[in-house]
């Protein structure tokens, strides 16, 4: 007979994943590493995932979902763009600081395999913007926004908020910060990176 996949296993193994490929990047990582601290042996963790590209994908389709629908929300609900502002980077920066691995597999991957962001266009929840470029057109008619491309506004507040978690060993160096503070250094952003945006945009 078959054998049956558990899902207490194949959380045990999406855990241990994310643990070894935050520490040592996709390429780094091996599959028995993440076997050893799965607890079970490397046959059962290739019986649930064939290979590293598709458990990767797994650990990095796992925590874009849990991000991607709460983005979505945001730049589609019926707040001012002012507001959208500071609840998109409340809770990006809240959710990265405890997946600090997020952005860096993002990178990672588009650089390895470009195509891979089409699988995850098709997801349900992916981030869409056509309201919130929409909304930015109206604001700057209504006199409450400077002239500005919604699409150039989007970018900017992805911009100031990813680029500090994909650059940390960089930023730590300039800034001569260790972990703890660089984790409230980021806590701190979360006012600073939409005071920055608010100001800019606000007529």
């Known amino acids: 007979m078959p054998k049956i996949k558990d899902t207490d296993t194949e959380n045990q193994i999406l855990n241990a994943a994310k643990k070894v490929f935050q520490e040592k990047g996709m390429d780094g990582a091996r599959m ?3 076997a050893d601290k799965a607890k079970i042996n490397k046959s059962m963790l290739h019986y649930y995932y064939r290979s590293k590209q598709l458990l990767f994908e ?4 796992n925590a874009f ?3 991607a629908p709460q983005l ?4 589609n609900d019926d707040s001012s763009i002012e507001e959208k502002v500071i609840s998109f980077t409340n809770n990006y920066i809240s959710f990265v600081v405890k997946h ?3 952005p860096s597999f993002i990178i990672q991957e588009l650089n390895r395999n470009p195509k891979f962001i089409l699988k995850l266009k098709d997801q349900k929840g992916f981030p869409n913007i056509e309201k919130f470029k929409k909304q930015v057109v109206l604001e700057i008619e209504q006199g409450i926004l400077k ?3 919604g699409e150039q506004l989007f970018i900017n507040i992805l911009a100031l908020n990813i680029f500090p978690f994909v650059a940390s060993p960089l ?3 300039f800034v001569n910060i260790n972990d703890t503070e660089f984790k409230q250094l980021m806590v701190d952003r979360k006012t600073e990176v939409a005071n920055f945006i608010i100001n800019a945009i606000k007529v």
């Not at 797994?58 to 389709?61: E, G, N, Q, T």
């Not at 979505?72 to 730049?75: G, H, K, M, V």
């Open 72 to 75: 979505n929300a945001i730049l």
């Open 65 to 67: 979902a849990l991000l």
């Open 100 to 102: 600090p691995y997020l």
């Open 32 to 34: 028995q590493e993440i």
């Open 147 to 149: 002239p500005i491309k």
């Open 171 to 173: 930023v730590k160096a």
């Open 58 to 61: 797994a650990v990095f389709k």
